[in-house]
């Protein structure tokens, strides 16, 4: 009760030195807050974005095309929809939609770009993927119309509208090149930058003609009841059609959850160079406390308080040092992260630029409660072990040179 | 009864400096119970050293000495010696003596009654209750009513060592050992307080051994001891 | 005695306790000088890569491209080229000219097709701009006026091609046909860019005006000006002059800041390293009001006798503040030395992230990853203002609480 007393009153009486030693540590601890957050609301918006747009729950793809570059239709599953015919009435699945993937040219008078040309189905894409209620202009495709829906981006920056008819050249199974023309019906906007700047979605159907295959997919794409049993799945899948690769979404997205953790690394790195700032301070401002109050020292030493009662006053200082810096800092990061986390970062000032994330209009970090607890326990222990060595030292000295000279 | 003495020092000796400074040379020295002694001496005779040993902060080189009927150190020819263990060390001063310092020593950031609670908090025989009780009790015998709540910066230097004396001799010890407590005190205050020391030896039966060069004091004490050159001149 | 004489012995009379002091301002200093230097080297490394392989410092390209973010249509490109770069290469300033023209082509492999970009340019005017002769790993560079083809490393590879071996392409031309190329690889480059190296192919300018029907014609100029980064905005002006007193009025002349992303993605850099320096200042503030009040307060009785002996608040608050500005002086200059010695060092070998990147290899970095710091004469000018304010700042504090010590109080407390 002594102790917690002496700790407190003796950092109250140097208010202007404890605000500034604790601003640092503060400081830290926000931008501590608000990196975390930051990491974990690109990380939820992305895999938001990887599931609903890109690789659903768990994914087929034929042996030997997720190591290519740029693969070309001999990678493909024959009979798909047999396969899928197996899978969709199984339990926990909600839903399997085949697609057909093919890389090519898209003109339109002088304008022409590349583009990834995604055969559907979408009745049943419609089911596993949200990139048809992204729908911002025009209207999504049905199955067996001679229609096209393309990338808001790209629609853009080539001056195309709904009604337009542009033609599309994809290199077909056989290895001819097969131009064909389609009207726009629909241009999405879905926030997957991806999406929205190379991709267009024909009818399978059109894809079939195209391609010059029938019943063919690059990929089965499945929805599950719950995220949790990807892997089960994944594994089942894996035993009984062994002609198909099964993944995961996780496995699928493995290079950007590694980037991911490097960046947690990263932040993680420069943190700890505020934090040893701030510890740096916390330092000197106790051992200057210790300095000043060596006589003080001298006297309970004197009165019998134990090394390890004065060493764990002055460990009280730094705690509580630590714990009001801690506030102080959770309550700036989690203020200046929760606006952010309700207005948004945006992100179009990288339009166009590969920023490693699945991400295009704004960012929203998301606060956990884990990160504040974090944050908290790192700023004491931080302030803690700052105070160690002064707190040592203090309990050590030489009493009677401690009363006599004021110094240890 | 007749044995029992605060403290018992027998030829006692101790130097500084790898032996190049004598500052006891050997010293023999009984207190009894409820005595008011005084060492003077000029600085350097080894008044602060035997205090300090008194005070168990330091070990003599080599002789006898007891507080309160512990042994702290014991280095005679022809036996085992005997030293006290730090931590035992603390634990007698905790309990058993006060101590009074030329500069008062108070916790600036304590009031008066917490500095003179402060004590009370390492006993494990005191509650909180006897701990409040115990403080106003002493404010109230050395003088201080009503500034129980006062911090040291808001009192005069003779108030101070008023806080000192309570403090010091809140737990009750054997012995309390003041170091020059009147130097930094004017004329008037310095009797006065000399004159609470006093008084709260007759009240409460402690034994004082006082350290000082102030005429004053050692005008009111009742064993006076002088110190020379690191012995007792008789 | 006068005030520095006077500030200076008491500095001197504690020198452990100053060593201390001045250590905390070495530190903070130092870490200034070597940051601002290193995230001049970045952002300097960074514009210079945009600028050599894309941007230049500023680029003459069609009025109707200058909003677009995709490639310009081929049938819309610089007519009369001949006379443009003739133009540019006569403006003011102006020390190297190139077209180019960059078209999307579908390049045809094994198993499927590889979107490549093609850049066609004159070889022997890109000495100074894309300096692509100094990434070569294998081969050379086409020549002039041939049908000779460079490729990315990656891109080679992709296509299971080398040096020495054919490549046949089609791509649409300005009349929206298809125009067949055949080209000889002579080249492999290496520009340690992995988004160039995977897609992109360099071929002469003549070469591809024949192939996509653009005879005379270019998608961009680039120009590449004396007066180095930040005179683009002056050689911008320089350059629409010319082009429009000619008569090109439909060429827009646009400097490398407003192209892209790449200046303003700095920014958060910007505000990083404001932070940093913040909570360097901090730090080392809180040591110097440290340090510095631990004095004042064991003076008390000295600055009592000076107030004593007639001296003004005024008089006690320079005394502190002359104290504080000599320690900061020294440290200051220790800090910009070390610092500047290490970032010059440094800016010799390089500061190398290959190895810690090589990890992602996926992840696009559109910069190169060894880091050379550049200090220069302001990021020492910057640092020693930063080292005397910590030190001039600091001490205000302390000097505010000595003069607060009344002389009587002063005198009475020890």
């Given amino acids: ?408 | 009864m007749d044995n029992h003495v605060v403290v018992r020092i027998q030829n006692i000796e101790k130097s500084y400096n790898q032996g190049k400074v004598k500052a006891l040379r050997g010293v023999d020295l009984d207190v009894q119970p409820e005595a008011f002694l005084t060492l003077a001496g000029p600085s350097g005779s080894g008044k602060s050293t035997l205090l300090n040993l008194i005070g168990a902060l330091d070990i003599p080189d080599s002789g006898y000495i007891e507080v309160d009927q512990q042994t702290l150190f014991s280095f005679r020819p022809g036996a085992a010696p005997v030293t006290m263990a730090e931590e035992d060390r603390t634990a007698l001063r905790r309990e058993k003596i006060g101590f009074i310092f030329q500069q008062f020593n108070l916790v600036p950031v304590l009031t008066a009654r917490e500095n003179v609670e402060l004590p009370l908090e390492i006993l494990s025989s005191f509650s909180k209750k006897d701990r409040r009780e115990r403080s106003r009790e002493m404010l109230h015998l050395v003088g201080l009513d009503g500034l129980e709540d006062r911090r040291p910066s808001q009192l005069s230097g003779g108030q101070q060592q008023r806080v000192a004396i309570a403090r010091a001799l809140a737990k009750k010890p054997a012995i309390v050992l003041a170091d020059e407590p009147t130097a930094n005190l004017d004329g008037d205050t310095g009797q006065s307080i000399i004159e609470l020391m006093k008084k709260m030896r007759d009240e409460l039966g402690t034994a004082f051994v006082i350290s000082t060069h102030d005429p004053r004091v050692i005008e009111h004490s009742e064993i006076k001891i002088r110190l020379i050159d690191g012995r007792i001149e008789t | 005695m006068n005030m520095i004489h006077l500030a200076a012995r008491n500095v001197l009379r504690q020198p452990k306790r100053t060593v201390y002091t001045t250590i905390a301002i070495v530190v903070a200093v130092a870490a200034m000088t070597f940051m601002d230097a290193y995230i001049r080297g970045f952002i300097e490394s960074y514009f210079e890569t945009f600028i050599r392989l894309d941007a230049g410092h500023v680029k003459l390209m069609p009025s109707t491209s200058v909003e677009r973010s995709r490639p310009t249509p081929l049938d819309q490109g610089i007519q009369h080229l001949n006379e443009v770069v003739r133009i540019a290469e006569s403006t003011e300033g102006i020390t190297d000219v190139s077209p180019r023209i960059r078209f999307p082509v579908l390049l045809e492999k094994e198993t499927g097709v590889i979107p490549a970009m093609g850049i066609a340019f004159i070889p022997s005017r890109e000495e100074n701009l894309m300096n692509l002769q100094s990434f070569i790993i294998e081969g050379r560079m086409p020549t002039d006026s041939t049908d000779e083809i460079m490729l990315g490393n990656r891109l080679a590879e992709e296509l299971g091609l080398g040096v020495g071996d054919e490549l046949f392409m089609l791509a649409s031309d300005s009349y929206g046909g298809l125009g067949p190329g055949l080209y000889q690889v002579v080249g492999i480059v290496n520009t340690g860019i992995g988004m160039l190296d995977r897609r992109q192919f360099y071929v002469p300018l003549s070469a591809a005006q024949f192939q996509l029907a653009m005879d005379d014609m270019a998608l961009e100029v680039v120009c590449k000006v004396a007066s180095g980064l930040n005179g683009s905005f002056e050689a911008k002006e320089r350059l629409r002059n010319s082009l429009a007193s000619a008569g090109f009025t439909n060429v827009s002349a646009v400097p490398w800041q407003e192209q892209g992303f790449v200046y303003q993605s700095v920014q958060p850099v910007n505000f990083v390293r404001g932070l940093l320096m913040f909570l360097l200042g901090i730090l080392a503030a809180t040591t110097v009001i440290n340090t510095i009040l631990m004095s004042v307060i064991e003076r008390t009785r000295e600055i009592g006798a000076l107030r004593a002996m007639g001296f003004t608040r005024g008089t006690v608050i320079k005394l502190i503040l002359t104290e504080a500005f000599l320690i900061g002086l020294v440290a200051t200059i220790i800090g910009v030395v070390i610092g500047m010695s290490v970032a010059l060092f440094l800016a010799q070998t390089g500061i190398d992230y290959t190895k810690m990147a090589s990890g992602m290899d996926n992840f696009d970095l559109p910069f190169r990853l060894v880091i050379y710091p550049d200090p220069n004469v302001m990021t020492a000018v910057k640092s020693a203002f930063f080292g005397l304010l910590i030190a001039l700042g600091a001490a205000w504090y302390p000097a505010r609480v000595a003069v607060r010590l009344q002389p009587v109080e002063a005198l009475r407390h020890n």
């Fill in chain 1, 1 to 408: 009760m002594m102790v917690l007393r002496l700790a407190s009153r003796n950092l109250m009486r140097n208010k202007k030195r404890t605000i500034l030693t604790a601003t640092a540590l503060a400081l830290g601890i926000s931008v501590l807050i608000f990196a975390m957050s930051l990491l974990d609301g690109m990380d939820l918006q992305s895999f938001e974005n990887f599931i609903a747009y890109d690789m659903a729950h768990v994914k087929g793809l034929p042996p030997g095309r997720q190591d290519e570059d740029f693969p070309g239709l001999d990678f493909r599953i024959d009979n798909a929809s047999d396969f899928i015919s197996q899978i969709e009435n199984r339990p926990g699945v909600l839903a399997v939609a085949p697609r057909l993937e093919m890389n090519g040219m898209l003109y339109l008078r002088t304008e022409e770009t590349f583009i990834r040309v995604m055969g559907i189905d979408p009745v049943k894409d419609s089911q596993v993927f949200k990139t048809l209620d992204a729908v911002v202009d025009g209207e999504p495709i049905t199955n067996g119309e001679d229609a096209i829906l393309i990338g808001f981006y790209l629609a853009r920056d080539l001056g195309i509208e709904v009604g337009d008819i542009i033609t599309v050249m994809v290199r077909s199974a056989p290895g001819a090149l097969n131009p064909r023309q389609l009207t726009v019906k629909g241009i999405m906007a879905c926030g997957h930058p991806d999406v929205d700047q190379f991709e267009a979605y024909v009818p399978l159907s059109v894809a079939y003609q195209m391609a010059l295959l029938y019943d063919s997919a690059t990929e089965i794409d499945i929805l599950l009841e719950h995220e949790s049993m990807c892997e089960p799945f994944r594994d089942s899948l894996a035993s009984e059609f062994q002609s198909i690769e099964w993944h995961t979404w996780r496995e699928l997205a493995a290079d950007f959850l590694s980037i991911s953790k490097a960046k947690r690394v990263a932040w993680l790195i420069m943190i700890s160079i505020f934090a040893i700032m701030a510890a740096v301070g916390i330092a000197n401002t106790m051992m200057m406390s210790v300095h000043e109050r060596t006589r003080e020292i001298g006297t309970l030493r004197a009165f019998g308080f134990s090394k390890s009662t004065v060493r764990s006053i002055f460990l009280l200082e730094g705690a509580i040092l630590g714990l009001l810096a801690s506030f102080a800092g959770m309550i700036i990061g989690s203020a200046f992260t929760l606006y952010l986390s309700v207005e948004g970062i945006s992100l179009k000032a990288y339009e166009g630029m590969d920023i490693g994330v699945p991400l295009s209009d704004a960012l929203y970090p998301a606060l956990l409660p884990n990160t504040l607890l974090l944050s908290l326990l790192f700023g004491i222990l931080m302030a803690v072990a700052a105070s160690w060595g002064s707190a040592t030292r203090a309990s050590k000295g030489e009493i009677i040179k401690a009363l006599r000279e004021g110094m240890l």
